[in-house]
Each structure stands twice: as structure tokens, then as C-alpha cells.
């Protein structure tokens, strides 16, 4: 079976876009690859494609090999792994959203060599059932979804992401493909070497971060008025009555964003609005209602973002500056995924910057955040359990319900293993403290340079917003 036969046959797809079957062919000749693709470039095929060809090649000959693909998005692999089983892929998934028996179900299946593709967090191989039921199988193909989280100077590290060249040995060093929408040359760089690959080993596809039909536009406004008036012209513009497309207008902050549902209804504007206070139950129904309709306005936080795969989305505005020129990137490549014209239009105020500045703030927590959460946890942990985070902020002296560095030194607590647990519902929190608090939060050099490297991207995003040349020459020197 070939790669054209995977494709059209389980992807009704008669030919590959861009470099995705020379990629394709290069990982299934036993080479190593890192690639850089827009966010809607179609990644995800450079490694599934593969999983399955390898598996047919050796159909009959005992157990088939395993592709495994880290990714650090559990809110998506479910959506993943349907879409592929609903095409008659034998692939699935392992991680904390499933229940106990779930879990060991599946990895079962894997140790007994029922699935052929595997999708996991990079966190699931602290857990020795996983590792007992995966080394009975010979892993053919390691992909690394969303690459850039491997990358202290990434913008979504995740400190299980640097254990991956420990991870590649104990699959025998397989082939490895890296994928990422947005990386810097140093970025880049620090994937290579946090995968212990030889740089000489691993060919780059790099496909840039732009997509021709994208459109990049900076309007620098003053003010609410300017901004609802910008919101509404291109709305007008490209939801006219014979557009079938939607729109996402982002925003930084959910107070934001509510004042500016206000005054949009006030203006007779029908939208939607989506952001991490809302239910789970309401999110999913603004998602439902948005992927499925037609000329659909969402107002959505960064929240709205996983899993929203809608090929006629003809905009993107951003009503508040985001962090990151890599956030920025992410967030606009939704746009435009049917290949026709879309439109990404960044609102400037320069006042929006304070909101960035507390932002950055709040994502680093001090040392003295880190010690005071843990010697909580450890020796008032009966108090913690009984209520909850509420009860922690004020032993923490937090001054704005706004502020969340409890919630961000609880996350990294996490990602470095030493808490365990569920501490998301403000009410009821279950933590157990598993180890040491460890050395990387308590490093005051560490964590100043870190904070150092957040403004340096939000200044970069400033001098994008100001730039007077053609703003996507800007972003490919940025990436470049």
C-alpha cells in the first residue's frame, strides 16, 4: 500500500499538499524530520500516513508495529482518534481523561497488539503499566506533535516534553518526526538537541507560518468605539448575506470580552461568545453551534481554540494584543482552511499592553510563590482539601481575583511531578503532594530569564503592531 493509496482511500484525497508527501517518504525511508507547518498545513498526515503504511508492510508478521504520537493537547486527541477510527483506522488514545478501567483496557489492547497508532501525553510514561505494555511492542514511528512545548523557549513548555530523549530510548530509538506550527531558529535548535538526534540526522521541512490566502493586517485604534466599529467592517464585509463563513474575534480578558458583547447587542450584532467560565456543557454547545452553522460570530478567550477545525472561517481579529508573535500565529491559522481568502486583523492599543505586562507577571510565579503553595500542600493539606483554592489565595495574600499565580504554580507543581491530582474546581480540590518541590522553581536566575524572554516576545509583537513594511516580511524574519 502506498502513501497516494492511504491518502485517497482513507482521506478521499486524490494528491498531497505542499511537501506533505516528500516528507512523507523521507520518514518512511527511516529518516529523521522536524517540520514546520502552518496551523490547517495538514501535519497531522506526515505521521499518519506513515503509521499506516509501516503497519501494512508487516500485516501477518506477528504483532504490527506501533506509531506513537506524543501530544500534549488531551482535549483534541478524542476528536482525533474519531475521525480516524470513523475512516477505519486502528488507532487511540491513553490519558487522564479516561476512567480507570478505560485506561487499562487500552493498555491491554496495546500490550496484546490491537492498535497500530497510539496517541499519549508525554506524561503517561511516568506510569509503569504503560511502560510494561509498550515495551512488548516494537515502535516503528515516534511523532511529536506540537514540537515547540520540548523548548524552554517555546511558548508552551512542558517540562515532561524534556524527558523525551530518555522516552526515545526506551522505544528503541525509533524514527522521529517533530511537527510544529511556529518555531524560531532557536527553538528549532533546542528541539533537535532535546531529542538527543545528531542536528546532521534530522532534515527540516520548514513550510513557513504563512498561508498565501491568508491576508495580515494592523489597524491601530483608541478605544472601545474604534474597535466595535473595526469589528463591524469586516464583519459587513466578509458575512455578507451570501457568505456561508463565521468569524472569531479574540480577546485577552473574559471582562473584555463581555463589555464588548454588551455593545455589540445593543448595536442589534448577533454573536456567540465562548471563554473558561462559561459551563462545559455551554462551551460545547457555542462549539457545536459555530462549527456547524453558517455566518456565525463567536467573541471567544484562547480557550476557543481546541478542536475548532472549520474550513470557512474568513476571519480572525484580535480585539487585544495576545502575548506572543507564536500565540498570534497559532490563533489566525484558522483561518482560511478551505484555501480561499480570509482576513487576520490585529486591533492595536497601546493601552492593552498593561493587560500583557500583569499577564506575564501572573505565568511566573516567584520563588516565594512556589515554596509558600508547597508548604500548603504539605503541612496544611487537610485545610487545602476542605476549601480549596479560595482558602489558599488568601493565605497567599492574592489581591485580584485576576491574579493567577496560584493556578499557574499549581499547574507547573504539576508538570514537574510534585503534586498530583484535580485542583481546577475552585470548591472541590483533591491534590496529593508526590514529590520534592523541584530545583527548576526554585532557581531565582532561572525563572527572572524566563520572565526576561516573555516581554522580549511581547515587545516583538509591539514592533509587528508598528512595523510600516509589509507585516508578513515581519513574521517570516521573526520565524526565520
Not at 171 to 200: F, H, M, S, W, Y
Not at 225 to 240: A, C, F, M, N, S
Amino acid at each position: 500500500m502506498s502513501p497516494r493509496d492511504v491518502l485517497a482511500r482513507c482521506f478521499g484525497h486524490e494528491r498531497f499538499r505542499g511537501r506533505q508527501e516528500e516528507i512523507i517518504g523521507h520518514v518512511l525511508a527511516g529518516r529523521h524530520a522536524l517540520v514546520i507547518m502552518p496551523t490547517g498545513g495538514g501535519k497531522s498526515l506526515c505521521y499518519q500516513i506513515p503509521a499506516m503504511v509501516l503497519a501494512a508492510q508487516h500485516a501477518g508478521q506477528g504483532l504490527p508495529p506501533l506509531a506513537v504520537v506524543i501530544s500534549p493537547l488531551i482535549a483534541l486527541m478524542k476528536d482525533q482518534v474519531d475521525a480516524l477510527t470513523a475512516r477505519g483506522i486502528d488507532a487511540t488514545f491513553i490519558n487522564s481523561s479516561l476512567s480507570r478501567e478505560e485506561r487499562e483496557s487500552r493498555t491491554r489492547d496495546i500490550f496484546e497488539g490491537r492498535r497500530t497508532l497510539l496517541y499519549v501525553t508525554p506524561e503517561r510514561f511516568r506510569k509503569p503499566e504503560f511502560l510494561h505494555a509498550i515495551a512488548g511492542r516494537r515502535v516503528s514511528l515516534l511523532a511529536v506533535d506540537e514540537a515547540h512545548c520540548i523548548s524552554e523557549w517555546g511558548h508552551d513548555f512542558r517540562p515532561d516534553y524534556t524527558r523525551l530523549n530518555e522516552i526515545r530510548e526506551r522505544l528503541g530509538n525509533p524514527v522521529t518526526v517533530a511537527l510544529t506550527a511556529t518555531a524560531t531558529a532557536e527553538v528549532q535548535r533546542d528541539i533537535v538537541r532535546q531529542l538527543g538526534l545528531d542536528p546532521g540526522a534530522v532534515t527540516t521541512f520548514h513550510e513557513g507560518i504563512d498561508r498565501p490566502n491568508l491576508q495580515f493586517a494592523v489597524r491601530h485604534v483608541w478605544g472601545d468605539d474604534e474597535k466595535v466599529d473595526q469589528i463591524l467592517d469586516i464583519r459587513d464585509r466578509l458575512l455578507g448575506p451570501e457568505s456561508t463563513g463565521s468569524g472569531i474575534v479574540y480577546f485577552t480578558l473574559i471582562r473584555v470580552l463581555d463589555r464588548f458583547s454588551t455593545l455589540l447587542r445593543e448595536r442589534g450584532v448577533a454573536h456567540r461568545c465562548y471563554h473558561g467560565d462559561l459551563d462545559r456543557r455551554e462551551r460545547r454547545r457555542v462549539q457545536e453551534a459555530f462549527m456547524n452553522g453558517a455566518g456565525e460570530l463567536v467573541l471567544a478567550t484562547n480557550a476557543f481554540g481546541m478542536g475548532i477545525d472549520k474550513d470557512d472561517i474568513r476571519f480572525v481579529v484580535h480585539a487585544e494584543i495576545p502575548g506572543s508573535m507564536e500565540s498570534w500565529c497559532q490563533e489566525i491559522g484558522r483561518a482560511g482552511r478551505d484555501g480561499l481568502d480570509a482576513e487576520c486583523v490585529l486591533l492595536y492599543d497601546d493601552r492593552d499592553l498593561a493587560t500583557q505586562m500583569e499577564f506575564i507577571d501572573w505565568s511566573n510565579p516567584e520563588v516565594a510563590v512556589y515554596e509558600r503553595v508547597y508548604d500548603l500542600l504539605v503541612h496544611q493539606h487537610e485545610q487545602v482539601i476542605a476549601f480549596g483554592l479560595p482558602w489558599m489565595r488568601r493565605r497567599l495574600h492574592v489581591g485580584t481575583k485576576h491574579d493567577r499565580r496560584l493556578e499557574t504554580a499549581l499547574a507547573m507543581l504539576e508538570r514537574h511531578g510534585v503534586i498530583e491530582g484535580d485542583w481546577r474546581h475552585e470548591e472541590r480540590v483533591r491534590i496529593e503532594v508526590v514529590g520534592a518541590l523541584s530545583p527548576r522553581l526554585t532557581d531565582a536566575e532561572a525563572l527572572a530569564a524566563k520572565v526576561r524572554r516573555d516581554r522580549e516576545k511581547l515587545f516583538a509583537l509591539v514592533q509587528f503592531a508598528r512595523h510600516e513594511g509589509d507585516p508578513k516580511a515581519f513574521v517570516h524574519d521573526y520565524f526565520r
